[in-house]
């Protein structure tokens, strides 16, 4: 019985496979360079930041925009930023529209840390240098706990 539930599982896990390698993508014809991406949002974005988002759709394709689009108006403090992609580019249509819900803008007033024994409080709290009240940034987090687990894992070797 459980052998046969193994091979079923692997049977229906091979013809998925199977299914969306053969389905048609609609954008596999459209130009990276042709399209027009449009933003639906209340907060506009810079030139400079039209233009990375633009070369990292162009980098990490289509299928990824939704997550860009979210990463780069995270680093404008919309933590709860939500992004529904509306259309992507076919043939016909050669844009990519995107809604953007960017809820409130977050600020950061401070950072605690709890259960660490690795590191002080002074060296975890300069892993993210801020002022009070600085607008949250997903990427100044995440380049500080990449700093921390550089941190621990160099505490543990000395």
Not at 32 to 58: F, H, M, N, Y
Not at 60 to 75: C, M, N
Not at 81 to 92: A, G, N, R
């Amino acid at each position: 019985m459980f052998g046969r539930t193994l091979f079923s599982i692997a049977l229906l896990l091979c013809l998925a496979s199977l299914t969306a390698s053969a389905l048609p993508q609609s954008h596999e014809a459209v130009s990276k360079e042709a399209i027009d991406i449009v933003l639906r949002s209340p907060v506009q974005l810079t030139p400079i930041e039209r233009r990375k988002l633009k070369g990292k759709i162009r980098e990490y394709g289509w299928d990824s925009a939704d997550e860009i689009v979210r990463e780069l108006y995270q680093d404008k403090g919309y933590f709860k930023v939500e992004v529904i992609p509306i259309q992507t580019p076919t043939l016909s249509a050669k844009a990519l529209v995107l809604q953007v819900d960017t809820g409130k803008q977050y600020h950061l007033i401070r950072i605690s840390w709890r259960g660490n024994a690795a590191l002080s409080q002074s060296e975890l709290t300069s892993l993210i240098p801020f002022e009070p009240g600085e607008l949250f940034s997903r990427t100044k987090i995440a380049e500080g706990l990449e700093r921390g687990t550089e941190a621990v894992r160099f505490a543990r070797v000395h």
